[in-house]
């Protein structure tokens, strides 16, 4: 039969190309909503933009790589064949998790889903070593698992939702009250001012920040490490003044311009962030047959602490997963099923609603009307008079034989969804947590729709159940990933034939919700026409 372990690794292979073709589908959401919402620029000119932030973004990935080989488990406590088998339960699991969430629209986490795959796989592996080993009790579970980095991680992720929606909230607040919905009427130097700030946080927290960790990082460090006042404030009064200049003498609406860095800064952000849950595990994978391969120690005796060691990622390797990350963008249906549901929930206005109110939504809503409520009392009315008169939306006025689709939401929510979010990122990036970036994205979108009143006493209940959804499936993806992982991981340890059975069901399984999908999309055509 050969080497088994060089036909795991072909198989991990031909995994990590679907898992990044799936994984995509689901993430793209994460940088294409604002823009594409907006409508702020051409949706060619759009991915064009996208595509080459991902590309940036996978060369500046490498230090996230780290995550897969020891940031869930211990590997000195594991054997070459163990780490094997873990990586092969978690690549399995998760390409059906993700590919049932982006059947169904739900935008989900990859960063959650390989997470807590790597961590129930290891568990399952771990409590069968525990239990051939008599001198070993329940309680040794600790010394095969990184317990400290992966509770900083899901810890990481959970406070990253109340922050991301909260930050949010706030800033987008903050601009309407600057801005009003009649933003092309303001003075020209609020929008070089806030172009001068929207361009240095992207500059600074995802360029700057984003190298950090990688093999670039030594060669500029001498150059930003002491001097961060120095570069922030000088980047937001050259950023000011060229901003003016645009704005001035070339008619250019620094909005769009915001919105165009921003999509690159984000898609570039995600895919520093993101590429490891892709590729981090099939990577790992091939370190440690090259390590074991040279050994001459059989599988089931070789520790694995080679890959405790900091290993450099090659360069050629991400810039090829860049790729195929580009070419799921062009393609991909379900990606675009994603971003819908994403569009729906933030969108300014009414229409047609994807989920239907439930009974917790209603009382959330409820609780938020009485608090309204109590604040109005306490606040002065000149003051609300104040912030409503900010809050007033433009009447357009269109003959009877015209007819215009209004973009989801404005462009400053569009430039404010960017900012937000792609800071929030980079800086988890650069402190190596693989933080959710679809978390992120999408709860900075649901606190800048809410500050911006885009949720009315209509809408609200639904809008509300829609992000109680969402949530729910992540929380959802959590729990399956873990189970689901440990229990492919119990089936390919009992016998090595199970392998290729599961790689037979992901294959029919996913063909099915492939050809489930087209035949929707066909059906919402025809009864377009």
Request: net charge neutral; aromatic share 10%; proline share 3%.
């Amino acid at each position: 039969m050969g080497d088994p372990y060089i036909l795991m690794l072909v198989a991990l292979a031909i995994l990590a190309v679907v898992d990044l073709v799936v994984g995509v589908s689901n993430d793209a959401v994460n940088f294409l909503n604002s823009a594409i919402g907006s409508k702020a620029i051409p949706v060619k000119k759009i991915m064009i933009i996208a595509s080459l932030g991902v590309f940036f973004g996978a060369v500046t990935s490498s230090g996230m790589m780290e995550v897969a080989r020891k940031g869930i488990f211990n590997p000195n406590m594991f054997m070459f064949q163990d780490i094997m088998i873990i990586f092969m339960a978690v690549m399995i699991t998760d390409i059906l998790l993700l590919d049932i969430f982006n059947s169904l629209g739900m935008p989900t986490s990859t960063t959650v889903s390989i997470v807590f795959e790597l961590l129930g796989a290891a568990v399952c592996i771990s409590l069968l070593k525990i239990s051939a080993n008599d001198s070993h009790s329940i309680s040794d579970i600790w010394s095969y698992i990184n317990h400290e980095k992966a509770t900083e991680i899901i810890n990481g992720i959970l406070l990253s939702v109340v922050v991301a929606f909260s930050v949010g909230a706030l800033v987008q607040f903050v601009s309407r009250l600057i801005y009003t919905f009649n933003f092309e009427k303001r003075a020209t130097y609020i929008s070089a001012l806030f172009g001068g700030f929207a361009i240095t946080a992207i500059t600074y927290f995802i360029i700057i920040k984003g190298i950090k960790g990688t093999p670039f990082y030594e060669d500029v460090s001498h150059l930003i490490e002491g001097n961060t006042f120095v570069i922030i404030s000088g980047s937001f009064v050259a950023w000011s003044v060229i901003s003016q200049i645009l704005i001035q003498f070339f008619k250019i609406n620094i909005l769009k311009l915001i919105i165009g860095i921003g999509t690159f800064s984000l898609a570039m952000a995600f895919s520093g962030n993101d590429l490891v849950n892709f590729v981090g595990v099939p990577i790992a994978a091939w370190n440690s047959y090259e390590a074991w391969a040279v050994s001459g120690v059989a599988a089931d005796s070789f520790s694995m602490g080679i890959l405790a060691e900091k290993v450099p990622s090659n360069v050629w390797l991400l810039l090829l997963a860049g790729t195929i990350m580009v070419i799921t963008l062009w393609t991909s249906s379900k990606a675009q099923n994603v971003i819908k549901t994403g569009i729906d929930l933030s969108r300014q206005g009414d229409g047609h609603e994807k989920f239907q109110p439930n009974g917790l939504s209603r009382i959330i809503v409820r609780a938020a009307m009485s608090i309204n409520t109590g604040i109005s009392y306490l606040v002065p009315q000149s003051t609300l008079d104040f912030i409503d008169s900010k809050f007033q939306k433009p009447v357009i006025k269109l003959p009877k034989d015209r007819k215009f689709e209004l973009p989801a939401f404005d462009m400053i929510r569009a430039s404010v969804n960017l900012i937000v979010a792609g800071i929030l990122i980079s800086v988890a990036t650069s402190m190596k947590l693989p933080l959710s970036t679809t978390y992120v994205t999408f709860m900075v979108a649901m606190g800048t729709s809410l500050a911006d009143r885009a949720w009315g006493r209509e809408s609200a209940v639904y809008r509300v159940a829609g992000v109680i959804n969402v949530i729910g499936g992540w929380f959802l993806t959590a729990i399956v990933a873990f189970f689901a992982a440990a229990l492919v991981a119990y089936l390919i340890s009992w016998d090595m034939v199970m392998i290729p059975i599961l790689l037979a069901v992901v294959a029919i399984l996913m063909g099915r919700n492939t050809l489930i999908l087209r035949n929707k999309s066909k059906e919402v055509k025809n009864s377009n026409i």
